[in-house]
Nanobody
Framework: QVQLVESGGGLVQPGESLRLSCAAS????????MGWFRQAPGKEREFVAV????????YNVDSVKGRFTISRDNSKNTVYLQMNSLSPEDTAVYYC???????????????WGKGTVVTVSS
């Protein structure tokens, strides 16, 4: 069974940084496109960033471009999300998943993990 375990969230002040990690197992990580999503309170889950198995990256321009960086380490079956200049609007539960393109965006391919909570507040 595919396992996706997110970690690294926490409570930070506006302008600070966090690095999220997602440890993946039970599928061929090195040839999978991986993505980060987030769900803010009362909102739908949204795509944040994707990194293809070749290392190409794409971001949700409206929300995170220039502040977030997605990366991966295939030797550790782990995908990361470096988040800088955090604002209260970034407060959400963050999830990772194998992604596929659909309807002009990306969706998760497997069941969602528990996510990691990011709270940005002064």
């Amino acid at each position: 069974q595919v396992q996706l375990v997110e970690s690294g969230g926490g409570l930070v002040q506006p302008g600070e940084s966090l690095r999220l990690s997602c440890a993946a197992s039970m599928f061929r990580f090195s040839t999978s496109d991986m993505g980060w999503f987030r769900q803010a309170p009362g909102k739908e889950r949204e795509f944040v960033a994707v990194i293809t198995w070749r290392g190409l990256k794409e971001y949700n321009v409206d929300s995170v471009k220039g502040r977030f960086t997605i990366s991966r380490d295939n030797s550790k079956n782990t995908v990361y999300l470096q988040m800088n200049s955090l604002s209260p609007e970034d407060t959400a539960v963050y999830y990772c998943n194998v992604v596929r393109a659909r309807g002009g965006t990306y969706v998760g391919n497997y069941s969602w993990g528990k996510g990691t909570v990011v709270t940005v507040s002064s």
